[in-house]
């Protein structure tokens, strides 16, 4: 009963300061991709104060592997997505916050990935916080180092994961097999007890009997 209590207790801290935290939590994004394969990646900025009115635009730079300089490849503001890089065109699909100028999460889909798409990719957050008396300008800056391989491999994080979840199950069943034993042990102790009671008193009741024949024949003489 106290892990479960620790495990719901547990549960309910991080719904609330998921909650608090506006529904946002900076996740870092994979950085392995597979060649012919769609690939999101991941740039994500939470506002300190969720509160806060803001807006935001984005912009998604690239450096190809073994290049010294960036290139701007795609925009994101109020008017819609921009692909700014032949090498780009009708390969990207944007992935983050939709239906909100306060841009939270500026992830993007990148289609069918080359051998040529590796690299480093840098994305900015051109946001604008809007206090009472004035406005903030803000700029965040996320990076992405992508390399991109012709079969997927299981990263470490992926195999200790799983380990993890199989060692978390089998502890569970053994506190559930603990558990019953200790139960059956305490019911098969109370079912015990109920009978030696029973059998106290039916041989109390037999005792009685015996004695009051006994007091009858004594009479009877």
Not at 154 to 161: E, L, N, Q
Not at 194 to 217: F, H, M, P, Q, T
Request: charged residues 25%.
């Amino acid at each position: 009963m106290a892990l479960l209590r620790f495990l719901l207790f547990s549960f309910l801290c991080t719904l609330f300061v998921y909650q608090c935290h506006g529904a946002c939590a900076e996740v870092d994004s994979d950085t392995e991709a597979v060649a012919g394969k769609g690939f999101k990646l991941g740039c994500i900025s939470c506002k300190r104060r969720s509160e806060v009115r803001g807006e935001a635009s984005v912009e998604w730079y690239f450096r190809p592997k073994g290049e010294a300089d960036f290139f701007l490849i795609y925009t994101y503001n109020e008017y819609g997505p921009t692909i700014e890089n032949d090498q780009f065109v009708d390969r990207v699909d944007w992935n983050g916050s939709k239906r909100s100028r306060d841009i939270q999460d500026a992830s993007i889909y990148l289609l069918n990935v080359t051998f040529n798409d590796s690299g480093t990719y840098r994305c900015f957050f051109n946001r604008i916080l809007s206090y009472d008396n004035y406005e903030y300008n803000d700029v965040v800056s996320k990076v992405v180092h992508l390399s991109v391989v012709g079969k997927a491999t299981r990263g470490t994080a992926s195999i200790v994961s799983e380990v993890m979840m199989y060692v978390s199950i089998i502890g569970l069943q053994l506190w559930l097999l603990i558990e019953m034993i200790y139960c059956y042990r305490k019911i098969a102790a109370a079912g015990e007890e109920a009978l030696r009671e029973a059998a106290n008193a039916e041989y109390l009741a037999i005792a009685s009997e015996s004695k009051d024949n006994c007091a009858g024949v004594q009479v009877g003489e």
